[in-house]
């Protein structure tokens, strides 16, 4: 195996979100009858049960209708809304955001934080990654030919807090990894790192020159009781840092794929190089859809997450009942991560006989990490009643193959 | 300078086209009066006057109507999309294409090039490019830290052929190149390729198994008089091959961000993976947009040909009466890329010079590659009138600044 095909093996798609249609049929140990039900895909949002913002279409139609303007914008993306923006940002995150120099808009949360990734760590560096955390953080350092340094996060413990392992942190950060990258909302598990947990990791990254990559894209749908901190509105902050948040979640506006970056100019400005040459801008027609995100209207967050929060302790509920299951409530975001009893088939086995027999699609734990061999990621913006069934199927079969 | 500092220094992106919004004010040389006039952007096209099919909105329009099953295809892009386009392709290019294992829809061709380039060549690796070729090709490579043999288009030399040096293709083939990226027909030069020089493309490409990335975005684009050679097509072709082509430039739809790739399963398997930490995939709602491509109409194609081609023949006649001044003819799409006389100023700054005193927009040659400092490249997809003034202002300029 060549230098270049030993890279690729690390970036298995067949079991990522979505992929499901790829699936090559295996023999599967299916035991016990197929149960009926609506079909839910757990592996992404649903966006026919949570559309975006009514004022979306209309956005992309005067896009549209801008006609050149619009097609052929700066690589950042056009500057007239990247300075909109940044006042949006700004007044959210509760920090400065220069719209012209510290801004990228980029084609899906995704884009930015491939670009991010690759304008701070060099080919063959050492990066410190959480664990479990967004799937595809790991294969983006896998990609580099980077060393993982994984951080453990001990998200079962303490629903206060996200759980890092920051004594390891520091380890690794002192060892000398030059980039960390963690998502807040975490990504599977649905913890939100406590304010103590953020400053520690700025006043780390600051003390041993750790360049940090957040991505923030859950931030805006905090459930009640729960508080959200943002790194970048600290006082002690790491000297490079870049947040990345998009609409593509709460908002539903995942098919225009539209994220952004902002943060240490210098870094966006190899971000914008790196764009143009990887798909030049986010697409121009679409980028008038930023100036519909954090104006969807005063009612739109708090009944998304009024409607998220029931659905997840609906799911919570029919988890939490099933012995040899423990699950974390979800802070933020609409995550859930439980951890399933012994079972007799491997965990991605386990996700293909669901589908199978249960038209319900998860996604195992083991995209997350080797060692989330019993845990499963439910992604619940999804239709209430359907989630429901879908879940109690699932269970269904579970029972079926306890060990 | 440490090496990403490195490798991104060699990415600038300040002269490339669609940037001339940051454009640094510099201290220029300005000598005479400015020319009033329309503005002309020669940097890309301009689909105002060469609007994108009709039926493009409603193709988007559908697509997000769609909903969810279109904002989440596979990463590859939805499969009855790829099916139906796959069949197009075959029927164009005269050779089979595989819409299941074989093409990937990407984000723009820009993805589809980054996608090639980093699924083929190992970093640190061999590349060929054409020199003039498209200027991202050599930012891809160094990008990839890799090491570029370049191989000379005798492009003034005759009409009737592009005028790639197979001599020297075949000393670098011979030296250990892995890849060998070119753009047919050529950008900046308009110049398309022999059957006798594809043919030899691809015997030798064979023999040396050198993968090969073919860029045939203005294939579509023909002049009269001339023909077109697909290689991909060919008898004899490279054991790797990936062709690259959207609908971006003749058609107009870049606002978009739409292209594809088809070729080798193993390579577009690979790009696969690689969108899917890059991008996800090609945004779901315009993705329905592929299914008007090669549907536009049969006066579509013809029609925008004839009309470029009146455009081409009146700059022409302009760029001739010129002492001093050397153009070839394009063959297809939508470039000239005439030789200037010698100036008193640099390049790059005649091309800033002409933006500020004339309101004309052209790209200078040293984005082709560091020769090329009596070049400057138009695109003429522009409405005629305008640009015929355009030009005229531009000569004017040129005059005032001969040594």
Redesign the interface.
């Known amino acids: 195996m060549?230098?270049?095909e030993k890279r690729?093996s690390l970036?298995?798609?067949e079991h990522?979100?979505?992929?499901e249609?790829?699936l090559q049929a295996k023999a599967l140990d299916l035991q016990g009858p197929a149960l009926a039900g609506r079909k839910v895909d757990f592996s992404?949002g649903?966006?026919?049960a949570f559309?975006p913002p009514p004022a979306s279409?209309e956005a992309?139609?005067q896009?549209?209708a801008e006609?050149?303007a619009?097609?052929?914008?700066?690589?950042s993306g056009k500057?007239a809304i990247r300075e909109q923006l940044a006042a949006d940002l700004a007044a959210f995150m509760g920090a400065p955001v220069d719209g012209d120099k510290g801004l990228i808009l980029t084609?899906?949360t995704?884009?930015a934080?491939?670009l991010a990734v690759n304008?701070?760590?060099?080919?063959g560096g050492d990066i410190a990654i959480v664990t479990p955390d967004y799937f595809?953080n790991h294969?983006?350092a896998a990609?580099l030919?980077a060393t993982i340094h994984a951080v453990p996060l001990q998200y079962m413990d303490d629903e206060n807090r996200a759980g890092l392992d920051l004594q390891r942190l520091e380890e690794v950060f002192a060892a000398g990894v030059q980039v960390f990258l963690f998502s807040n909302p975490n990504n599977p598990t649905g913890a939100v790192y406590s304010a103590a947990e953020v400053q520690a990791i700025g006043k780390l990254a600051k003390k041993y020159k750790v360049a940090v990559i957040v991505d923030e894209l859950y931030s805006r749908q905090i459930y009640e009781g729960r508080t959200f901190t943002h790194l970048c509105a600290q006082a002690e902050r790491p000297d490079t840092l870049v947040t990345i948040i998009g609409p593509s979640k709460t908002e539903?506006m995942?098919?225009?794929?539209l994220g952004c970056a902002f943060g240490t100019p210098a870094i966006i400005e190899?971000m914008?190089?790196?764009q143009?040459?990887?798909?030049?801008?986010?697409?121009?027609?679409?980028q008038p859809l930023f100036r519909v995100w954090f104006h969807e209207g005063p009612d739109f967050i708090p009944q998304r997450v009024a409607a998220h929060q029931e659905i997840r302790d609906a799911l919570l509920d029919l988890f939490r009942k099933e012995e040899g299951v423990t699950v974390r409530s979800t802070n933020a975001g609409s995550y859930l991560f439980p951890t399933l009893p012994e079972l007799t088939v491997p965990i991605a086995d386990f996700t293909s006989i669901v589908k199978e027999l249960a038209q319900v699609i998860v996604t195992p734990g083991t995209e997350f990490g080797p060692e989330w061999t019993h845990s499963i990621r439910l992604n619940f913006s999804q239709d209430k009643e359907a989630a429901i069934a879908a879940v109690k199927r699932l269970l269904v079969i579970m029972n079926r193959y306890r060990k």
């Not at 990522?16 to 992929?19: H, K, L, N, R, S």
């Not at 619009?70 to 690589?75: C, G, K, L, R, S």
């Not at 143009?276 to 679409?286: E, F, N, P, V």
Request: proline residues 4%; contains cysteine.
């Open positions: 060549d230098e270049l690729f970036l298995g798609v990522a979100p979505g992929q249609v790829n992404h649903d966006v026919d559309p279409k992309f139609l896009g549209f006609g050149a619009q097609a052929y914008t700066e690589y500057k084609a899906g995704q884009g934080l491939f304008s701070l760590l060099p080919y595809a294969k983006l990609f030919g539903s995942s098919g225009f794929r190899r914008e190089k790196l143009a040459i990887m798909t030049l801008r986010a697409a121009g027609y679409c």
